[in-house]
T-cell receptor, first 112, second 113 residues
């Protein structure tokens, strides 16, 4: 069974631009969560989607948004990029009623 | 709010040494507790979990026991290998929000041959 895949693996953007990251969950998993990992703040929860609906949201500004499609694939978007948005963005998928999250390899975003 | 406090690293051990990484938590109710491991350039892998008090999670020689009285979930391994070198994260999720993990700061483990 294929694992969680994230594209692209690496991105370089400049301040003020926007970016879209993609996540494909494990087949059969309907929940997708996103996390930001930085050296200073560690791993922080961004949001979770289930059946195309945002179910949980972390404490991030409105520049961070996401969506989920009917095939459970998810995208997250960051608008008006700031230097502090440079991070590893991790996606995780979960089966219904199971609390194990399976993580993808992440997308490394660098904002110049 | 919820929080996880993890032993600061880095930790450097010789092969076959005993490993303990301390983890304590603050949360309402009865959270589920997890240890994740991150190898260089990779995402997180679930190492073990425990969902209620006194549960012991174990995997690949690693163990951790859910201690509600001390709000702790310390990771242990009797004999570490070079291949165990990685960053280890303790995490919790509260009932009803199982997909929202709160992580500790991570502990870098280096095992020398």
């Amino acid at each position: 069974k294929a694992g969680v895949t994230q594209t692209p693996r690496y991105l370089i953007k400049t301040r003020g631009q926007q970016v879209t990251l993609s996540c494909s969950p494990i087949s059969g998993h309907r929940s997708v969560s996103w996390y930001q990992q930085t050296p200073g703040q560690g791993l922080q929860f961004l949001f979770e989607y289930f059946s195309e609906t945002q179910r949980n949201k972390g404490n991030f500004p409105g520049r961070f948004s996401g969506r989920q499609f009917s095939n459970s694939r998810s995208e997250m978007n960051v608008s008006t990029l700031e230097l502090g948005d440079s991070a590893l963005y991790l996606c995780a998928s979960t089966r219904d009623r199971i609390d194990e999250q399976f993580f993808g390899p992440g997308t490394r975003l660098t904002v110049l | 709010g919820d929080s996880v406090t993890q032993m600061e690293g880095p930790v450097t051990l010789s092969e076959e040494a005993f490993l303990t990484i301390n983890c304590t938590y603050t949360a309402t109710g009865y959270p589920s507790l997890f240890w994740y491991v991150q190898y260089p350039g990779e995402g997180l892998q679930l190492l073990l979990k425990a969902t209620k008090a006194d549960d012991k999670g174990s995997n690949k020689g690693f163990e951790a026991t859910y201690r509600k009285e001390t709000t702790s979930f310390h990771l242990e391994k009797g004999s570490v290998q070079v291949s165990d070198s990685a960053v280890y994260f303790c995490a919790l999720s509260r009932s009803g929000s199982a997909r929202q993990l709160t992580f500790g700061s991570g502990t870098q483990l280096t095992v020398l041959p």
